[in-house]
């Protein structure tokens, strides 16, 4: 069965996706009022949506669970870091250095699918979490006899992007309004996003798209069918891979600095928890899950607290410890009533329907 993408009807939905538009554009400005901190957390919580969205190709269309998808957005993050920074005294341009970062991610998943092509569930999922715990400690120890990597203390200075007389590091005054550096990266992060979506719809309505689908659901049947597994299996995670090392570049220009410690496994589970909350193989869901995981978090940080001491008037319990409890019981909750994800595509919301007994 053929699945669609769903973009919204351009004849009948005209004014509300002006008026999306108009507020995405708006939206760092105003959260810029309340604070840059939060303009930041806007653009970490793109990027989360980038890798969720390349997570969702290998869980979410070809059915492939990977606990060390953090490993493709490392390699990204590396490679733009060791490009463009005086570690090694080379500054490349950043529309250089994020294609090498995909593509070098890509042939890391390529690496990582082929020795797991005969595994499923629980196996696969071990292995992939072994690769990833692997990458981390190898980035933590190419410091000696060679330093590449810097180790434990990572590599610092890295050059922001820079278009021409614009750079993402500097604030800048255009028609009167003041386009900081979280500013402008937002806007770069919003086209990249959008440009994933695309791609991302292309590929689910593509012939590969619906061999994913069909692997998932039952491989044996789908080999049957004449689709060649390994080659679409390996495809998955190739393409899956290529979308974190993309995101890992672009992490590495928006933070200025990356080491070891900032790829650790709960990384992993945080990317998958976003593409199984928002509904697997679902775009807008899994887009969904990734900001609402992003933001939640952050919004529990700034008002736990405050809400403490104003029901109290004194802190009972540590902030981040009731963030966290919070946090896992509306995950909890959530996977309770909602186990197909809170946007589920259509095939997953029909078999997790609950059947009324007569």
């Avoid at 500054?91 to 593509?103: D, E, M, T, Y």
């Avoid at 992490?251 to 992993?268: K, R, T």
Wanted: charged share 15%; glycine share 10%; hydrophobic share 55%.
């Amino acid at each position: 069965m053929r699945t669609h993408l769903k973009f919204p009807s351009v004849k009948g939905n005209v004014l509300p996706m002006v008026l999306l538009a108009i507020a995405l554009i708006a939206l760092p400005f105003a959260l810029a009022l309340i604070g840059t901190a939060w303009v930041r957390i806007t653009n970490f919580a793109v990027l989360f949506v980038l890798l969720s969205l390349g997570l969702n190709i290998v869980v979410g269309f070809a059915g492939l669970l990977d606990l060390g998808y953090v490993a493709f957005f490392a390699v990204g993050a590396y490679v733009y870091a060791l490009l463009a920074s005086p570690h090694f005294g080379i500054h490349l341009p950043f529309w250089i250095i994020l294609p090498i970062g995909a593509f070098i991610a890509c042939i890391a998943g390529a690496v990582l699918g082929a020795p797991t092509l005969k595994l499923r569930g629980d196996y696969l999922a071990i292995v992939t979490l072994g690769f990833g715990e692997i990458v981390r400690i190898f980035m933590n120890n190419m410091s000696n006899p060679i330093n590449i990597t810097n180790g434990p203390k990572g590599i610092a200075q890295i050059d922001n992007f820079q278009v021409g007389p614009i750079d993402f590091g500097k604030s800048d005054l255009l028609g009167g309004l003041i386009f900081s550096g979280p500013i402008k990266y937002y806007y770069f992060l919003m086209l990249a996003l959008m440009v994933v979506v695309v791609i991302n719809g292309r590929l689910k309505d593509s012939r590969i798209g619906r061999a994913w689908v069909a692997i998932r659901e039952d491989e044996v049947a789908a080999k049957a069918s004449g689709i060649n597994t390994r080659n679409i299996k390996l495809l998955a995670f190739a393409m899956g891979a290529s979308f974190g090392g993309l995101s890992g570049g672009m992490f590495a220009a928006i933070q200025g600095f990356v080491s070891p410690e900032s790829f650790v496994l709960n990384e992993s589970i945080m990317i998958l928890a976003m593409v199984v909350l928002g509904g697997m193989g679902n775009i807008w869901g899994v887009i969904a899950g990734a900001v609402l995981l992003s933001f939640l978090p952050e919004i529990l940080r700034y008002t736990v607290e405050p809400v403490q001491m104003a029901i109290f008037g004194k802190m009972w319990i540590d902030p981040e410890v009731l963030r966290m409890l919070i946090f896992g019981l509306a995950l909890v909750l959530t996977m309770r009533y909602r186990p197909a994800g809170l946007w589920p595509e259509s095939r997953h919301r029909r078999e997790m329907a609950v059947v009324p007994v007569k």
